[in-house]
C-alpha cells in the first residue's frame, strides 16, 4: 500500500519544483510513495485520461493513504476520491483551486477536471484536509484558493510570497509542507 501519493499539476511532471526533494524526504523515512506522470497536453490532458493512471493504482490506495497535489493536482484529487468512494487519510492541497484561472491555455485543459457542483462530500471521505495558499500566486487567484478551501472543509494556511509554490518562486523544497505531513503521522 501506499503511504503518500503526490500529484503534479498541468502541464507538469513529478520531477520538478518540490516533489522530487519530498519523494525523497519521505522514501527516506521509510514511506512508501507514489508519484506517477500524468498525460499533459492540449489534447491529452483531461480527467478521464488521467483518471486511467491513478486506476492502476487504485488497488494500493487504502485509508491510509494521504495525497499530495500542486495546482490543477487537488481538483483531480478531489473529483477521483469522490468518484470512487475512496476512503483515504489526509489531503495536503498546494496553491489548488477549482475553477477557470482566466488564463487560456490552462482553462482549456483544466476545464475537464471541474466536474461537480457539491464538493462538500470529500469529508466523508478523508481524516483531514489542509490547502497552502499563497499571497502572490501569477496563476491562480488567491480568492479561488480560498472558496475552493472553504468548498472542502480545509484548514488554510497562507504563506506569503511563495508565488506558484514552484521552482520560479524558489520552491526546489517545502519544508513546511514535509513537517506538517510528519506531524499527522
Known sequence: MFDYVI?????GTPFENWFPWLFQ?????????????F???????????????MDVYKDYISKETSFIGHSLAPAFITDYILN???QVKNLYFVAPFYGLINIPDF???????????DLKNIQNFVKSITCYISTTDPYVPNQLSVDFADNIGANKVFVENSGH???A??????EQLLEKVMKDE
Do not use: M
Request: charged share 15%.
Open 165 to 167: 509554490f514552484n521552482k
Open 84 to 86: 470512487n468512494s475512496l
Open 25 to 37: 524526504r519521505l522514501s527516506e523515512a521509510g514511506k512508501n510513495v507514489l508519484a506517477p506522470q
Open 107 to 117: 482553462d482549456k485543459v483544466n476545464s475537464p477536471f471541474f466536474i461537480y457542483n
Open 7 to 11: 500529484v503534479h499539476g498541468s502541464y
Open 39 to 53: 498525460p499533459c497536453g492540449n489534447e491529452i490532458q483531461n480527467y478521464t485520461n488521467w483518471s486511467k493512471v
Open 169 to 174: 518562486a524558489g520552491y526546489t523544497h517545502f
